[in-house]
Each structure stands twice: as C-alpha cells, then as structure tokens.
C-alpha cells in the first residue's frame, strides 16, 4: 500500500496521473490551461477520464524552461488545489521550492512531486512534518542545461544509486519507506539512448520497493521514435 496524504492507494494495478499544468510556456499543452479556470475545468475533465492522481504543476520544467518566482507559482497553484479538494482523488503539486510544498500542503495536497528529490534547503523538513507523499526525481542539470550534454557512465545504475541515496536522505529525515515514490527522470538529463534504456530496464527500479512513476506522456522521445 502507499500512503498518500488523506488516501491510501492500492497498488495491484497501475495507477494514472493527471496532469495539470497552470503554466504558459507548458511542452505539454502548450499553456492553454494557464488560467486557473482552464486549469480547474481540465482537472475534471481528467478526473472524468479515469484519472487516479491529479498532478498540479505552475512553474515549466521542459528543456530551457527559465523559473518563475515563489508568488508567481503559487498564484497559479493553490486555487487550483482549492478548488479540488472535494474530487475525492489525491492531488499532488508539482514542485521543487520548499515554500510552494508548505503552502500547497497546507491547502490540502496530498503529495509533493519535486523533479529536485527533495535536496533544496528545508524541503525535506518540510515534508518530514506532514503526512503527504515524495515523488523524487532523478535529473541531470538544470532545465535550461540538461539537454545539451547528458552523460552517464551506466544510466541504469547512475540513475538507480541516485534515487536510493535520496529515499536514505528522506526516510532519514522521518519520511517513511510508504511514503515515496521515485521517477528515472525520462527526458530529464537523458538523451534518446538513455531514455530508452531506461525504459527497457525499468523493471530494475523495482529493487527500491516502492512505486514507480513513468512520466512519459508527450515527451519527445515518442517523437523520436
């Protein structure tokens, strides 16, 4: 089972997160639910869709994204957390300032998805007094750096070592085994090689014991292919 703020998932299937970007310059969606009331129609419409989780995300994280500011982003968030709170599914914000994590679980959410795993000062802390979920990412770079170079000795085993360092960081820091969930990262510091062997060998993350998160939708690597 996953603890998973106010829920608890079974995990007998696999389970479909929703993606709802509040941002302008989303590879995704190309921003046309930027405004919250897009945003909040276009959450429901994947809750209509069978979604399980629905991810909040106001600040880009696509190759050459440049960061908007902490009141920015939670201007684009919380109504949308607000506005979701009775729809019965976990809501999950996409995230990687530890500001933006204490006010969205303060609103309610249900877990922190931060393409950083928790390594910004007070993130973990932060988390580590609540009762909601860590989604760690692994990345190589920044997004305005990651794409230009990546290089990994074994991207399987690099990306792995990563993500178990940070799950030692959290449950160190009070944030319990039940709690997390760890992504690869695909497209995030990876080529198109990379990306598809860690695809193929994806079944090697399961070795960590806890829920895997594939986020592969639109990514570019589909085109390539």
Not at 13 to 37: E, K, Q, W
Not at 105 to 127: F, S, W, Y
């Amino acid at each position: 089972m996953f603890l998973c703020g106010r829920f608890t998932l079974p995990l007998n299937r696999p389970l479909i997160m929703g993606i709802v970007n509040v941002t302008p310059d989303s590879f995704s969606d190309g921003g046309r639910h930027a405004s919250a009331a897009a945003g909040i129609a276009h959450a429901f419409r994947l809750l209509d869709e069978g979604a399980d989780i629905l991810d909040v995300g106001g600040e880009s994280s696509r190759p050459g994204a440049q960061p908007v500011d902490i009141d920015e982003e939670l201007r684009r968030v919380l109504p949308i957390i607000e506005a979701l709170q009775g729809s019965n599914v976990p809501l999950s914000v996409d995230t990687c300032k530890t500001e933006v994590m204490r006010a969205a679980i303060d609103a309610g959410a249900d877990m922190i998805n931060d393409i950083n795993a928790l390594q910004g000062e007070g993130a973990l802390e932060a988390l580590a007094s609540s009762n909601v979920a860590a989604c760690l990412m692994h990345r190589q770079g920044t997004p305005q750096t990651m794409q230009l170079a990546p290089r990994y000795g074994d991207v399987v085993a690099d990306v792995m070592a990563f993500l178990e360092a940070r799950m030692s960081a959290a449950q160190a820091a009070g944030i319990g085994r039940e709690r997390l969930v760890v992504d690869p990262g695909f497209g995030f510091g990876k080529s198109l090689e990379h990306n598809v062997m860690l695809l193929r060998q994806f079944e090697r993350f399961q070795a960590l014991r806890v829920p895997l998160l594939a986020g592969l939708s639109r990514k570019s690597m589909l085109g390539k292919i």
